[in-house]
């Protein structure tokens, strides 16, 4: 599909041109979530986006389905709602790195380890941007930030990890400079039945950008280009060889029964059906 | 924005000069003008690999006709 | 009348599953708390029967995110939850108000200022339920003060929130929640069951915050094709944020209107032995049936005694009361808490008569004897 | 209008919730208007526990028990705490396994090893509290056998209804045996 | 007067880091939201640099809970948020009064409700910062107008909170904490502290809930030696659970009374040409700025206008309102919500005076030619 | 020590006895703390207790200690300020699985990410106790409680996993049966600096016992006997001799630089001090 | 409660009587009383190991004496 | 008591809040009020951006500007939105290389190739916003050309001081030259 098919099928065009600022990975990340959508197959009319708040949860706004820009943090409780109330429809919850690890840690862990059939995309800038440039739970120990000034004492979470650990059964690591990995990765994702979870590395010029050297998103995008390293080159690496790397690509997946196919069972014991 | 199939077009409205087309277009099709907007300088050598669309933050490149890369 | 089975012993948390389910309750998401838990473990257990969903959640921020989403994705939801859990679903609340998502919330009020006395009966949450939440947001709550009348509201809370798409709260005190008494239910198929409208409009055409002729949007739900967008941000008819003043200013104020000029009004209230009252006892919940009790007994000492006692606690029965306030010499304001109620009586009455409040926050009923006294005293003074 | 409160306070485990869950459905059965309500809390896991029976013809306003007409003890702690709260013409109904300093009391007391009955009549101390319903039905009438009966049934497992149908009868039959005495 | 050193550009948000640090704070704890977020990185740079502490917690609700932890542990404590997150941190709060834990919290007001307009300004959080919590708990809140204003509430926010072992809140607007304006600030040495009493008993007969002769319990920190019990659950003078009632009551009349009854009264208005007054202006906030400008021009105009401003939010200034309105005409009462303190008004009035409300929600400040035009509308009654 | 010695130095003997009820293992690891401190050897005046909500969360009021029994699954959170405010105390949090795991779960793995040094003991009784028996996210899918009465859907968290996916630098899980183990592990999680966790499985024989035929507190003893395996004899196991067992033991230990240390060094550098 | 150094010592009013101490002694020292409660019957075969101090949830089991097992 | 109100908007990153922060500051140090406001929101982000100054011998209470005396327009946008809310009397400065149209207006108007003289002057477009304050306070007076360039090295960073005081240099130069222009 051309880029002007994709933006009318897709997108509500006359939202555009969106509130992101030059060089913001954001609209990277949306453009490869739309095209994986479109890649995936996904019934447009049953595909409800749900996100939190911040810069990247705006994006819901522009994609023209049905869209949920919920409070900051709970848009993994809203989407379970939205899922459990009706399993036909295919979730999708964009979200950024303050929004899902931060204040949205624990919907976060126990979406996971229900194994509902979410498929979630963080937008990981490594920053909290729409409040201009305070220190996530992602942002690399050490890199400065307006509550940083010193920089920063936290240690960061490997989130893919965290994720896998709560339970979750797709997990993939990519970025946006990796851009058509990334629609790919999303794409699996969206195919898989249970929770699908993917971190995507990205850039907020803006803030992040400002304070730790990289003065363009140009320059931030060369630098994911050299510490990102795909999962079987990595396979390879000692651990030496691979400190201050990060891994990207399928992570982890496994096959486990999905929460709501689940309930269906409780439902029909609890009606006396078989099953 | 015009638009022919197969030609390459910046929607200058919507561009808001980053810069990621110009640095990573592997064939270095584009130049950047004063205000940091890219200029297809370069057309013939574009291979229709589509990095530049999928990579544009404001949806600002096509790269004209159908699917490419896909 | 031996062997009656239509009359059953039923509690007040036991009324509002019941109450629920009458209503058409499909999804219930929330997290144990006492005294509200028997509500959850009600529908527990009735809900896949009736092929609806319950899930505990991991905290009552996502139960209360959860029922929103449920909602918006079609279905009748609710939660419960008692004091501190109310706290947390609070921003959440806010934007179900905001962005006009129907959902019931029941709080089974306890004994407070936090953890307090886990099982105790209080009414301290009344003005919470109004301002709990930050903002200048609308908000409907209901107190019933017995078992039938849980049930009875508890159809009504989701009625309203189907009407008028906006959060309502059923406001239980841990009394009226946990005692049982003889009660006997409409069957199902009798009880008044309100349905959110649905939109006629084209999805092309058609904008989700338009308002209907009663200020109310008709409401798609998630998967209808209509590709809507809700947001907690101030928004114009079409639901997308502008950031323009004016937007939000028409939005806000059409929320409030909403319930504010609604026919019949929301607002309402009991009136018992009121015509040639001159003394009032204002109460509600559980204190009402002391205060029934106690205006009876004064009735029978010859005290002209009457009780108004407020069904919704909001929209406050302000018309009510200052109407009984013009004729009354005094009211009586007995209440569970340091007093709540009583800043509202005092608010609209506008001097028109004697303010007596009655608080009791040592974990027990005020009895009949306690508000017979106080009427007694005041009638002392009245003439 | 005849209204009859009646406590039962004893320690957890005892059932003491349940039967008076029972007692009020009876008196539903009856036709009769009933409140229940009980003591929540910790204390209700191991330690005391106690549910509040209101009995009317009429309507049943303010529903907790204050000064009780009917008062059943099955322990001692319960016993030293409630026997106050009794009208001085009320009926005080003591298990004399458990309640071992009974007060003195101007209305009636009876003492009936009700424990030692469940366990003698059904191997089952389990069901002292339904012999404890046997026993305080036979004793005042409260409601009728017939609906006590039924309401018994209504509440328990269905494994469990011939055990507790021998628990009320021995209820009854102990409460018989001692307004038979009280005959001589 | 040129090169002036002493005076300087501060925003309010400024201004209360430095009155958090000339009151003595050592600790913050908190989550960035827009319009609050100067005071938690103005705190992140100069926290350090007194050997205090700062931390960006995961969410608003832990940010509460380490600030009770730190003031527990013997520092001075605070939080600063705005309406999402301040609904959020409410059951700490709650929990902060009921264990008497000293502490400050900032909600910068914004736009609600829900994420509303988030870098708007309004008022509509007044009634949450009472009422946000479950159960009946005491609060305090501040309400200051101007940047010098702040630094000076900011110490009063700590000084009240450690000599009444309660929680603070300090109750900004958007526009006094965004907007920059010449102050001159007083040296750190000049400005008066106050700071928690120690208790002096042994430990072994320490009683940590035994109130002082202000009703205040003295108060040691963790690692002093006492093996003190601190709970959210209603306790007695030990500090422990009970489940008793009396204790229940006893101990939340108290935490009401020590507010109450504390001398010179923590409510607190300013007046400003109120003794001959008969349009009295009610305002606080940046909007009782514009209201001032409009009172000084309907006096130039003839009209006998008046303005007071309450301080204190929490406990609302009550005798100043009602001596006001026993004199007024009529009262007029501006605010960016749509009726918060007027409630306030309306209720211990007690239908002495004309009530006008003057509501503006569209995200704008209330412009003195509003008020000025309202009270010139007023007037024209009045005779 | 004797046991009248442990009582009368670090309990609250006037509070004894506890209101716990029979067979309950609350009982057991309070006492495997108060032995464990006593082990450790801290400073019983430099040591705080803190706790959330829960039938556990009631233990720090029997122990002779600052004490502080906080909000529902916030005692993580107020215990870093505790910590943070005067890093000198020792601090040590008693939660439920309810607490720590369900409405704690975010506090729970943002304190094992900063590895703050507190120690966490983790009372897993698998249910929800103090609100009468209903599931937590520990619970064994498909077990009973009184909001799952067709059995839960949900799967269950290996918490433990989860807290060394989230930064924890030592985790550890024991029994109430295994008490000796215990004491050594809580033990020596108060001598690691960092975050320490040590998960104890144990019994509620009051609603989960009741709910799912384990008659009493004999029996869910008897349960933990058979299904615990010592993490060195796991380690000689296929992951199909391991299933429905679960191990127990030193589960992670690693040492990193700990949050009030690196902040010391912030402190430092922001007063221009040489570190 | 009585107590003497290495006499094993039950406090009947903190004891509920779960019955752990009895199911789990290695020596068998215990036996369960009408309401549960345990009887030392066999305190010869008490090897001294602590457990049941160690397991006891209501604290009632002393072996008196000193520290053992520890 | 003289009071002057001051607007200056153009897009972000143009540097304008912080040239409203300089001016309020060297009103200060002339010893007189100032206050300080501006726009916050997304579209402080790389869209449109607004600070407003106002100065007075007195007290300042309504803080918000509404018809200005002063208006800098350093883009097309924010010159169409704002030049209404302009007294009659007023100034109107519009930077030349970013406003087009300039609108009629009853005051003062000085049309100033602001960012073309801060690009020849210093080389760095950066510091437009320092040449437009010099434009600014050269043609109107609001504050002393000292405490203004007092307030300007107290804000920038030490690298830059040199750069600034060209560029405010460059900016009182121009304003000199319009002012000559006007004299002769
Ligand atoms: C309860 C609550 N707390 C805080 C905020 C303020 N807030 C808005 S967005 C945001 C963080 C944004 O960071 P992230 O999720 O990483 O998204 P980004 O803007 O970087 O895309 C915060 C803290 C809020 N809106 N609500
Ligand atoms: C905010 C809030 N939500 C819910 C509760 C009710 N509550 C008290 S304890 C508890 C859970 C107890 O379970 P757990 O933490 O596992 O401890 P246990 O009682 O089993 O020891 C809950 C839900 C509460 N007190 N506060
Ligand atoms: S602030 Fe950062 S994350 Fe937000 S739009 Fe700008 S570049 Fe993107
Ligand atoms: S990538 Fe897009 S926005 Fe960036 S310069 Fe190229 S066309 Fe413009
Ligand atoms: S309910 Fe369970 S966890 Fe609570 S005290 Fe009883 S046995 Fe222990
Ligand atoms: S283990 Fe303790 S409580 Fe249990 S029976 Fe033995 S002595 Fe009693």
């Given at each position: 599909m051309s880029i002007e098919e994709l933006l009318e099928r897709?997108?509500?065009?006359?939202?555009?041109?969106?509130?992101?600022?030059?060089?913001?990975g954001n609209g990277i990340i949306m453009g490869a979530v739309i095209r994986a959508l479109d890649q995936a197959g996904v019934d447009q009319k049953k595909t409800v986006i749900v996100s939190g708040i911040g810069c990247s949860s705006r994006a819901p706004g522009y994609m023209?389905?049905?869209t949920l820009h919920t409070t900051h943090g709970r848009a993994l409780a809203y989407a379970t709602g939205v899922k459990l109330a009706r399993p036909e429809l295919k979730v999708v919850v964009l979200t950024g790195d303050g929004d899902c690890a931060a204040i949205g840690g624990n919907h976060l862990i126990h979406a996971a380890r229900r194994n509902i059939d979410l498929t979630v995309v963080v937008f990981n800038?490594?920053?909290?941007?729409?409040?201009?440039g305070q220190y996530s739970?992602?942002?690399?120990?050490?890199s400065y930030a307006t509550t940083a000034p010193?920089?920063?004492?936290d240690r960061n979470f490997d989130l893919c990890e965290l994720v896998k650990a709560a339970g979750g059964t797709y997990v993939a690591r990519g970025t946006t400079y990796h851009t058509r990995m990334l629609i790919d990765l999303i794409s699996a994702g969206l195919g898989h039945k249970g929770f699908s979870f993917i971190e995507v590395v990205s850039q907020c010029p803006m803030y992040y950008g400002r304070k730790n050297k990289l003065a363009s998103a140009v320059a931030m995008l060369e630098w994911q280009k050299e510490h990102a390293v795909p999962v079987k080159a990595a396979a390879k690496l000692t651990p030496e060889q691979l400190k201050g790397k990060f891994v990207i690509g399928e992570l982890h997946r496994e096959e486990a029964p999905e929460y709501t196919e689940v309930y269906a069972e409780v439902v029909a014991r609890a009606r006396g059906e078989e099953k | 924005m015009e638009k022919a199939p197969g030609v390459i077009t910046v929607n200058e409205k919507w561009c808001?000069?980053?810069g990621i087309c110009i640095a990573f277009c592997p064939a270095k099709v584009f130049t950047a003008r004063e205000d940091g907007k890219p200029v297809v300088?370069?057309?013939?050598?574009?291979?229709?690999?589509g990095l530049c669309e999928l990579r544009c933050p404001d949806f600002a490149i096509s790269l004209g006709g159908k699917s490419h890369g896909e | 009348m031996a062997n009656d089975r239509r009359a059953q012993l039923l509690s007040g948390n036991e009324a509002c599953v019941r109450g629920a389910l009458a209503a058409g309750v499909r999804f219930f998401a929330g997290y144990p708390i006492t005294p509200s838990t028997e509500i959850a473990e009600g529908l527990a257990a009735a809900l896949p029967k009736v092929g609806g969903t319950f899930i505990q959640m991991e905290d009552e921020i996502a139960s209360m995110g959860a029922v929103i989403g449920a909602s918006l994705a079609g279905v009748k939801a609710m939660t419960a939850t008692s004091g501190p859990g109310f706290s947390l679903k609070q921003e959440n609340i806010g934007f179900a108000a905001m962005a006009e998502v129907p959902c019931v919330i029941v709080d089974v009020q306890r004994y407070?200022?936090?953890?307090?006395?886990?099982?105790s009966p209080a009414q301290g949450d009344i003005m919470q339920a109004r301002?709990?939440?930050?903002?200048d947001h609308p908000i409907i709550a209901l107190m019933p003060a017995s078992v039938r009348e849980t049930f009875d509201l508890t159809v009504e809370a989701f009625n309203l929130a189907e009407e008028l798409r906006t959060p309502v709260i059923l406001l239980l005190d841990e009394i009226v929640g946990h005692m049982r008494e003889r009660v006997e239910l409409p069957p199902d198929e009798s009880v008044h069951v309100v349905n959110r409208t649905k939109p006629v409009e084209d999805p092309e055409t058609?904008?989700?915050?338009?308002?209907?002729?009663?200020?109310v949007p008709p409401m798609p739900a998630?998967?209808?094709?209509?590709h809507f967008h809700v947001t907690g941000?101030?928004?114009?008819e079409s639901g997308f944020?502008?950031?323009?003043g004016q937007d939000a200013d028409r939005l806000v104020r059409r929320l409030h209107a909403k319930i504010q000029n609604r026919k019949p009004p929301v607002a309402r209230a009991e009136e018992w032995q009121?015509?040639?009252?001159e003394i009032v006892v204002v109460a509600a919940g559980s204190v009402a049936r002391s205060a029934r009790a106690a205006v009876r007994e004064a009735r029978v000492r010859g005290i002209k005694a009457g009780l108004l006692r407020p069904i919704?606690?909001?929209?406050?029965?302000e018309n009510e009361v200052r109407e009984a306030a013009r004729r009354a010499a005094a009211m009586i304001v007995p209440e569970l808490n340091l007093g709540q109620i009583v800043r509202e009586v005092e608010r609209v009455s506008g001097g028109e008569t004697k303010i007596v409040p009655l608080n009791r926050i040592d974990a027990e009923l005020i009895t009949p004897a306690e508000i017979l006294e106080r009427i007694q005293e005041v009638a002392a003074h009245v003439d | 209008m005849s209204t009859t409160e009646v406590r039962l306070s004893g320690f957890?485990?005892?059932?003491l919730i349940t039967a008076g869950i029972i007692l009020a459905e009876a008196a539903i059965l009856d036709g009769k208007n009933a409140v229940q309500s009980q003591s929540y809390g910790p204390e209700a896991r191991g330690g005391a526990s106690k549910a509040e029976v209101i009995i009317s013809d009429g309507d049943i306003e303010y529903p907790k028990v204050g000064d009780a007409d009917v008062f059943l003890a099955m322990s001692q702690a319960a016993c030293d705490k409630y026997a106050?709260?009794?009208?001085?013409?009320g009926v005080l109904i003591v298990d004399t396994d458990h309640v071992k300093n009974v007060p003195a009391f101007s209305g009636k007391t009876y003492s009936v090893p009700i424990t030692k009955i469940a366990v003698r009549e059904t191997?089952?101390?389990?069901v002292a509290n339904i012999v404890a319903l046997g026993v305080l039905v036979g004793l005042t009438?409260?409601?009728s056998r017939e609906a006590l009966e039924t309401a018994v049934l209504d509440r328990v497992p269905p494994k469990t209804k011939d055990l507790n149908k021998q628990a009320l009868a021995a209820g009854f039959a102990a409460a018989e045996e001692i307004l038979g005495k009280e005959g001589e």
């Open positions: 897709y997108t509500r065009r006359d939202k555009l041109p969106h509130i992101w600022c030059p060089g913001c023209k389905f049905d800038n490594d920053i909290y941007g729409m409040t201009g739970p992602l942002t690399p120990q050490g010193y920089g920063t004492v | 808001k000069g980053c300088t370069n057309p013939d050598a574009c291979t229709r690999c | 407070g200022p936090s953890t307090g006395l886990p099982t301002w709990g939440t930050h903002g058609f904008q989700p915050y338009k308002p209907g002729p009663n200020l998630f998967g209808d094709g209509y941000l101030a928004h114009d944020p502008t950031g323009r009121l015509e040639d009252a919704t606690a909001w929209p406050f029965p | 957890g485990g005892q059932g106050k709260a009794l009208r001085p013409s191997g089952k101390e389990l009438g409260l409601v």
